[in-house]
């Protein structure tokens, strides 16, 4: 069973930036990745993918600030996040985006000052 783990989260004042990562145990050779987030009371949403072959595309508000990445041989997928706003604030998870595996426990991401 693929395991995820999220890491890189934290406190973050708006308009500063974090970088998350996304371990995998399996591999990630041609599994189209992708990260999510959950916000207190709202469902999961898709804020940004990447195909295997390194092809992107994000929600449209994220647009410009974040960026995806991904390094196969590690085993990993990375989100850059910057100019970070308030209403970011939330769990944060990677996942397959075309069949889902279990959730990991997410990184938690609180923009506040």
């Known amino acids: 069973q693929v395991q995820l783990v999220e890491s890189g989260g934290g406190l973050v004042q708006p308009g500063g930036s974090l970088r998350l990562s996304c371990t995998v145990s399996?591999?990630?050779?041609?599994?189209?990745m992708a990260w999510y987030r959950q916000a207190p009371g709202k469902q999961r949403e898709l804020v940004a993918r990447?195909?295997?072959?390194?092809?992107?595309n994000y929600l449209d508000s994220v647009k410009g600030r974040f960026t995806i990445s991904r390094d196969n041989v590690k085993g990993a997928v990375y989100m850059q996040m910057d100019s970070l706003k308030p209403e970011e604030t939330a769990v944060y998870y990677c996942?397959?985006?075309?069949?889902?595996?279990?959730w990991g426990q997410g990184t938690q991401v609180t923009v506040s000052s």
């Open positions: 990447i195909t295997a072959g390194g092809t992107t």
């Open positions: 996942n397959n985006y075309r069949r889902t595996w279990s």
């Open positions: 399996g591999t990630i050779f041609g599994i189209y």
